[in-house]
């Protein structure tokens, strides 16, 4: 290559993963400093999760367009998975009656454990979707709904896991891992695992793989024609939604420290599709958005207890009888505020 064509190459700069890095650093500082206390920090924790939640169900409701209503039995998968492997590596379990790791590992290990957890949802998926997706419209969701009833009625039976009663321990390895450095490891990984989760999705919805997903949505016949394997998309976007399903269960039975099958039951899955339609089918800043403004809401209504869970329903009802676009549609922030683009896009330096 020439030095004339060296020349004319300009270099490019995106200033969002500065702002998200610096963003990041400046919550860490405030907990370091004590003026973000736990709970500031757990409602946060359960903002980064709900966000993953809510923007990978986005992908098949939304982009895809398919109607899946079981999320919650993925997340109940990546949990115990995660949670098992955590007990089992970390701590002195009753399985084996000792750690298969010393303990100290976890600090690097514990983001391996919780992409397993989400590798095996995955398959969990897959399971799920090779039947689904030979059936049309509303079958996908009776299918769904019936996936979530099985995994939660299966662990139910597992007594090794603990049965009805839950399954807890997997909080030692967070000690394990404060007795090498205090650090608020969790709420690290969660922000953390909650970028990546929205950069893959955006990355993946961009590019021509992702084009074919939202092909299927507007016409899957004309995608057929044009070559377009709806089926194998269906499949790999249907296993790439289980599976940051599952990182999110993960992450949750962490921060929890304690979970049972009924934490997933349909009621969780109700949950992911209030975000969705709350935000917008389509949009992934909108997916963001209605993570962080239903988050609030679930702690607003924390007094009302029993009665919260007829209020959740409620929003889903609502929001599909007034305002079946969500907050955004199938639009991002950067539509309705456009000097947003500025720090999405690269710019010439």
């Known amino acids: 290559m020439d030095s004339t064509k060296i020349n004319e190459q300009k270099k490019h700069i995106n200033l969002w993963p ?55 039995g993925f997340m109940l998968v990546g949990a115990y998975v995660s949670s098992a492997l955590s ?3 970390f701590t002195d379990s009753s399985w084996v009656g000792h750690s298969l790791l010393p303990p100290s590992t976890a600090i690097f290990l514990f983001p391996v454990v919780i992409i397993i957890g989400g590798i095996v949802s995955a398959f969990a998926g897959l399971l799920v979707a090779i039947p689904s997706f030979k059936t049309r419209d509303d079958y996908l969701a009776i299918i769904t709904i019936a996936a979530n009833f099985i995994f939660v009625s299966l662990v139910n039976n597992l007594e090794f896991v603990g049965g009805s009663r839950g399954f ?30 929205v950069f893959f999705i955006r990355r993946l919805m961009r590019s021509t793989f992702g084009k074919g997903i939202s092909a299927i949505r507007y016409d899957e016949i004309s995608a057929e024609i044009m070559s377009v394997n709806t089926n194998h998309m269906k499949v790999v976007a249907f296993m790439f939604s289980s599976g940051l399903a599952g990182i999110a269960g993960g992450l949750f039975a962490h921060v929890l420290g304690f979970i049972n099958p009924s934490s997933f039951n349909i009621m969780k899955s109700t949950e992911s599709l209030v975000m969705v339609y709350l935000g917008g089918m389509g949009s992934l800043s909108g997916s963001v958005l209605s993570a962080i403004i239903f988050t609030f809401l679930l702690e607003a209504m924390r007094p009302l207890q029993i009665l919260k869970w007829v209020l959740i329903p409620l929003m889903l009802i609502l929001l599909m009888q007034f305002i079946p676009e969500g907050l955004l549609g199938n639009r991002e922030l950067t539509d309705v505020f456009p000097k947003l683009k500025r720090f999405f896009r690269r710019r010439d330096i």
């Open 168 to 197: 807890m321990g997997m909080k030692n390895a967070i000690y394990a891992m404060e007795d090498i450095i205090r650090l608020p490891y969790m709420l690290i990984w969660t922000v953390t695992f909650a970028v990546l989760a």
């Open 87 to 89: 007990v089992l590596l």
């Open 18 to 72: 500065a702002l998200v890095f610096g963003g990041a650093l400046i919550l860490f500082a405030l907990v370091a400093v004590g003026v973000i206390n736990q709970y500031i920090q757990t409602v946060i924790m359960f903002i980064g999760i709900n966000i993953i939640m809510s923007s990978s169900l986005n992908i098949v409701n939304g982009y895809m367009g398919e109607f899946s209503c079981g999320h919650g």
